[in-house]
C-alpha cells in the first residue's frame, strides 16, 4: 500500500533579523540573545492559550529557502561529506527545521523569542512546549560532532544549503 501525501497547513509565521539564509547562526546556541517574534494565525490562537507559563518553546518549522535535498552533505561543522541524517543540515526529504527558543512573551497573537536561529518569514508548522523533564537527555556519544564541541557558538552560514 503506497504511504499518503502529506500537506502541511502553517499555522504561522517565524519574524527575524535573518533576512538571508547566508550569515545568520546554525542552531540556537549560536544566536544568543537574538529577538525574533511568531506570529499566530488568527485560527490558531486559541492553540497558545497556556503557553507563557513555559519559558522555553520547540518550534517546528519549513525551510522555505531550500530548494532540494541531497542525502549526502557536507555540514557546517565538518569538511567530511555525511548522511543528512547525521546532521542537521536543512537540505533534507523533508525539510522541517527544529529550533528550542526561549518564550519571553505572549501578546495576543505574538510570541517574542529569543535566541533565534531561523530565517525571517519561515512558515511555522508547530510548536510544543520545552520540559526538561521530557527533553533533556544525559547522552553518551554525538558521532562525529564530537570534535566540533564548542564550535557552534561561532559558526554562521554561508549559503551552501539555498
Known amino acids: 500500500m503506497p504511504l499518503p501525501f502529506i500537506i502541511f497547513k502553517p499555522i504561522g509565521l517565524i519574524k527575524s533579523p535573518f533576512k538571508d539564509i547566508e550569515g545568520m547562526p546554525i542552531q540556537p546556541a549560536g544566536a544568543y540573545g537574538v529577538r525574533g517574534e511568531v506570529e499566530i ?7 497558545i492559550k497556556d503557553l507563557d507559563g513555559f519559558s522555553h518553546i520547540i518550534l517546528l518549522y519549513h525551510f522555505h529557502l531550500v530548494e532540494d535535498s541531497s542525502l549526502t552533505i557536507v555540514p557546517f561543522l565538518d569538511s567530511t561529506p555525511r548522511g543528512v541524517f547525521a546532521t542537521r543540515a536543512p537540505r533534507r526529504p523533508n525539510p522541517v527545521g527544529l529550533s528550542i527558543v526561549r518564550l519571553v512573551a505572549v501578546r495576543k497573537n505574538i510570541l517574542d523569542i529569543e535566541n533565534v536561529d531561523i530565517v525571517d518569514g519561515s512558515p511555522l508548522l508547530d510548536i510544543k512546549p520545552y520540559v526538561p523533564e521530557f527533553d533533556h537527555h ?3 556519544r554525538i558521532g562525529w560532532l564530537q570534535k566540533a564541541a564548542g564550535k557552534v557558538r561561532h559558526v554562521i552560514s554561508d549559503g551552501r544549503f539555498k
Not at 494565525?41 to 492553540?47: C, D, T
Open 138 to 140: 544525559q547522552v553518551e
Open 41 to 47: 494565525f488568527p485560527e490558531y490562537v486559541e492553540g
